[in-house]
């Protein structure tokens, strides 16, 4: 029930956008998903990009933090707690934890599952 229904709103969105597909054609749903699939394969690159532009962004963050970083927080946090909250939330989200190398890494994962699946279907 619940494919039935997204296949439904899919249809009525192309039906209804008379630029991208007249109503008056047969429709073929399956070329038109297919269609979207391989726009989108055709922007990994610009993720690649962004993957290697955030990797060189949290190289140069992590090279300005001191090689002792442990001793600087602790200094830091005496310092002024506000500033210490700022930094240690930079060097979270940057260069410890879940940041935004890994949300790129999960996206270039994503990329290679739908392009393996059109390769599957195109052979």
Known sequence: MSKIKTYKN???HIVTDENYFPSEVDVNY?????AVM????????LVSLLSDTIEHVCG???KSLPPDLESFM???RHYDDEIF???DEIK???IDG???KDMIEEVVHDFILIENYMKLKND
């Open 92 to 94: 979270e989200k940057m």
């Open 38 to 45: 391989q726009s989108l394969l055709k922007r990994r690159q």
């Open 98 to 100: 879940y940041n935004m």
């Open 30 to 34: 399956e070329e038109k998903m297919d």
């Open 10 to 12: 899919f249809e009525n």
């Open 60 to 62: 140069e963050i992590e």
């Open 85 to 87: 909250e700022a930094v």
């Open 74 to 76: 602790e200094d830091l």
